[in-house]
Nanobody, 124 residues
C-alpha cells in the first residue's frame, strides 16, 4: 500500500520561509512524477510544483523564483522550500504521486496517490 506522509507546515509572517517534506512508502513503480498542490478555503486544488524521476521540474507562475521543489530518491522523500511567502500562499498543501502524468503536470486527476495535507498559514 502506497502512503505519502507530509510534514513541515506551520505559520509564518509574510516574507518568511517554510519547508515541506513528503515521505513516500510502498511505491514500486519504476518511474514517477511528484507534485505539490494546494487548496485554500473555497477554492479548487491547484498545482504548485512538479518534479519527475530525472529531476526535471515545473512551477506554477505565481511561485516561480520563490518555491523550489526537490527530491531525494534514496530517501523516497519530496521537498518544497518556500521563500518570500505571501498571505495568498496560505492553504492546505498536499503532495501527490503518480507513475505517469504526460503533460498534465498540474492536473490533480493525473495523480494516483495523495498525502493527508499540511497547513501553511502566512500572516501579513
Amino acid at each position: 500500500q502506497v502512503q505519502l506522509v507530509e510534514s513541515g507546515g506551520g505559520s509564518v509572517q509574510a516574507g518568511g520561509s517554510l519547508g515541506l517534506s513528503c515521505a513516500v512508502f510502498g511505491y514500486t513503480y519504476s518511474t514517477h512524477y511528484m507534485a505539490w498542490f494546494r487548496q485554500a478555503p473555497g477554492k479548487g486544488r491547484e498545482g504548485v510544483a512538479v518534479i519527475d524521476l530525472a529531476g526535471r521540474s515545473r512551477y506554477e507562475d505565481s511561485v516561480k523564483g520563490r518555491f523550489t521543489i526537490s527530491q531525494d530518491n534514496a530517501k523516497n522523500t519530496l521537498y518544497l522550500q518556500m521563500n518570500s511567502l505571501k498571505p495568498e500562499d496560505s492553504a492546505m498543501y498536499y503532495c501527490a504521486l503518480g507513475p505517469w502524468v504526460g503533460v498534465r503536470w498540474f492536473d490533480s486527476n493525473a495523480y494516483k496517490y495523495w498525502g493527508q495535507g499540511t497547513q501553511v498559514t502566512v500572516s501579513s
